[in-house]
């Protein structure tokens, strides 16, 4: 007996939808999940938005700062001081969406972030500016962990990946409006001082309706308020199906409680199947930043006029329509992510991505040739490179880690992955004008092309399928990756399953 065999019963999975099929959930016909997942997904608008509007303004920072214009060591500091404040609120975020809920831990993020923006609009010098950074970077970071975990535990296993997907949607839109801002204000005085400064809109208005929201009824069950729990779960499933969701939570928070006393001397790193889980979730996020994405998204400007684009204006144009293609992929990964599955996309993404760098690096080796073609196609393998990397690498690893960890680890495991992607995220941030600047971009597009193609055996090897599976069912897979067919512990597991 496997343990994938015993798994049948578990609400939400595909051998009980099978057996069930009106119970299953739509996501249109339920305006109460897209309602939620819209606000939750304010976060990623806030993510998506800091990370595409400093690539922009950096050019007329350069303008208003002579030190900062003569440095590229302060350039890659303005960038990547967010990313630092992101590191340090990722790592937080988790402690913080274990201990005190998502929903403050959402709440918490927004004020920090509106914070950082007015500090960032009234920054009188780059050291100021660079404060304000680091405090966008702050709810940047705990945003991050929170608004794909929120999701996930508010959605059904069978549209979960669409859902958490529309978080990665809103991170590419907030980066197509951050463009589009960034057109809108080229000719304002103060130009880059609006740019930043608009950026806590959002924030405020995320503020004011989480407030109206409810928790994550996951975490409620976890510290035993199931009432509340119950009540926003009755909002999302019909009564049949809402039955057997209480009576799974119900003896899933039983046995954490019954595993809460090991945990005080058990550190998560103990656990085999966590291990793996966060080598998948992790390694995911380490490469979906060191494929290159955000160098393209922070860059991108530069990147063009490097390209031989030497005007503003025409920079960020350009760059507008990278950004669109960025939230069009996303679009798709939407669709793909529960219908191909989260490896597949991935595999198919990365191969994209591969051939994708190796245009962008020819393309700049022969740019001395003086040929205004290698200009353009520096911009054709930027555009390709986000056809690919969006729908595959953009969507699959913040969905991946929303659903690969036990429940009671899940916000501290999220934070850990998280973390390892703001720091993978720093590096490449703090380094690319560097290394462009010391071996050439071409190199540099074909050093990212190598990584590229580490991802692709990293996925093949280490990351499982986990579409349409209920977390019961994500539990179960990475107790068989760990302890493979063991007649004995698959009985054990099926013991367990069966009284849920």
Known sequence: MTITTITHSIPGSSGYLDMFPERKVSVFKNPYIVGLTAVASIGGLLFGYDTGVISGALLYIKDDFEAVRHSNFLQET???????????????????????????ATVTADVIFTL?????????????????????????????????????????????????STNVLMITGG?????????????????????LGVSGVPAVVQ??????????????????????????????????????EVNLLTTQSER??????????????KSKEIRLALLAGAGLQAFQQFTGINTVMYYSPTIVQMAGFHSNELALLLSLVVAAMNAAGTVLGIYLIDHAGRRKLALFSLGGVI?????????????????????????????????????????????VNSEVYPEEYRGTCGGMS????????????????????????GPTFLI?????????????????????????????????????????????????????
């Open 418 to 441: 998280a973390t390892v992607n703001w720091v993978s995220n720093l590096i490449v941030a703090q380094s690319f004008l560097s290394v462009a600047a010391a071996v050439g971009t």
């Open 78 to 104: 303005i960038v990547s001081m967010a990313l630092a404040g992101a590191i340090v609120g990722a790592a937080a975020g988790g402690w913080i969406n274990d201990a005190y809920g998502r929903k403050k």
């Open 207 to 244: 503020f004011f309706l989480m407030l109206l929201l409810p928790e994550s009824p996951r975490w409620l069950f976890i510290k035993n308020r199931e009432e509340e729990a119950v009540t926003v779960l009755a909002k999302i499933y019909d009564f049949a199906r809402l039955e057997d």
């Open 116 to 164: 950082g923006a007015i500090v960032m609009a009234a920054a009188p010098d780059p050291y100021v500016l660079i404060l304000g950074r680091l405090f966008v970077g702050l709810g940047v970071g705990i945003a991050s962990v929170t608004a794909p975990v929120y999701i996930a535990e508010l959605s059904p296993s069978e549209i979960r990946g669409a859902l958490v």
């Open 448 to 500: 990212i092309a190598i990584i590229a193609v580490l991802a692709f055996v990293f996925v093949l090897v280490y990351v499982p399928e986990t579409k349409g599976l209920t977390f019961d069912e994500v539990e179960l897979l990475w107790k068989q990756r760990a302890w493979g067919n063991n007649p004995q512990y698959a009985q054990n597991l099926l013991q367990n399953a069966n009284h849920s």
């Open 355 to 399: 051939a994708s760098l190796i245009i962008l690096a020819l393309s700049f080796l022969k740019q001395s040739s003086g040929s205004g073609m290698y200009g353009w196609l520096a911009v054709i393998g930027l555009a390709l490179y986000i056809g690919f990397f969006s729908p595959g690498m953009g969507t699959v690893p913040w969905t």
């Open 175 to 195: 980066q197509f409006l951050s463009y589009l801002i960034n057109l809108a204000f080229t000719q304002v005085p103060g130009t880059w001082r609006w740019m």
């Open 256 to 269: 954490d409680h019954q595993r809460s006393d090991n945990i005080r001397y058990r550190d998560v790193f």
